[in-house]
């Protein structure tokens, strides 16, 4: 079985520093994928990222980073200079490589709260 | 480019009554199609998917239903909510062929229970 686990429950920080949102993955497909999806208030799931278990380089895009380790099945998430536009609940998510369907594991969420 | 709509955003139902959630998609076709559930401060929870016209799999026993009676639409369905039920509601959608695809989101329906 996949299992996903996010165990920050909340995070606070104050605008402009760098907040790292963590994901550890359980799962026994030697291919697989990660994402990580961002929930705004208004509560629509927004993607952000998709990796490959093949595919370890990190990645950066504009402020977002994200840091993969297999060796340690982590996913990690760091946003630099935060703003408060950043405030919303993050899920990493985890899918099998198993038919056509991209069944997605999740976690239960970061919420990332940024004050001024 | 491809849209999902979802309705209603919000519906407050009675125990005991029928329900019915509906979700198009436009700009795609033959896509897969999802039905999560994401109850107050958890993950979300797969509860149907869909790869084609009448093709329904479920992945948790419950009270709750699916449907697929055209090929960008998606309906959820019960016959008599429990109490249980209430939570908020997502649909979505992703490119057929394999398991590595993103999946994009409505913005949800908030089901209340009373």
């Known amino acids: 079985a996949q299992k996903v686990t996010q165990a920050q429950t909340e995070i606070s920080v104050v605008e402009k520093e760098d907040v790292t949102l963590d994901c550890v993955y359980e799962t026994r497909d030697t291919t697989y994928y990660l994402f990580w999806y961002k929930q705004p208030p208004s509560g629509e799931l927004v993607f952000l990222i998709r990796r490959n278990s093949f595919d370890e380089q990190n990645e950066i895009s504009g402020r977002y980073s994200w840091n993969f380790q297999k060796s340690t099945s982590s996913f990690n998430f760091t946003i630099t200079a935060s703003q408060v536009v950043d405030s919303a609940v993050y899920f990493c998510?985890?899918?099998?490589?198993?038919?056509?369907?991209?069944?997605?594991?999740f976690g239960t969420g970061t919420r990332l709260q940024v004050t001024l | 480019s491809q849209t999902i709509h979802q309705w209603p955003a919000t519906l407050v139902q009675p125990v005991g009554s029928p329900l019915s959630l509906e979700c198009t998609v436009e700009g795609t076709s033959n896509p897969n199609l999802y039905w999560y559930r994401q109850a107050a401060g958890r993950g979300l929870q797969l509860l149907f998917y869909?790869?084609?016209?009448?093709?329904i799999s479920s992945e948790v026993p419950q009270n709750l239903s699916a449907s697929r009676p055209q090929d960008r639409q998606f309906i959820l369905s019960s016959k008599k909510l429990l109490l249980s039920d209430s939570g908020f509601y997502l649909c979505?959608?992703?490119?057929?062929?394999?398991?590595?695809?993103?999946?994009?989101f409505g913005d949800g329906t908030r089901l209340s229970i009373l």
């Open positions: 979505a959608w992703s490119y057929t062929g394999s398991s590595n695809q993103p999946q994009h």
């Open positions: 869909s790869v084609g016209i009448g093709q």
């Open positions: 998510a985890l899918s099998g490589h198993t038919g056509t369907a991209s069944k997605l594991t």
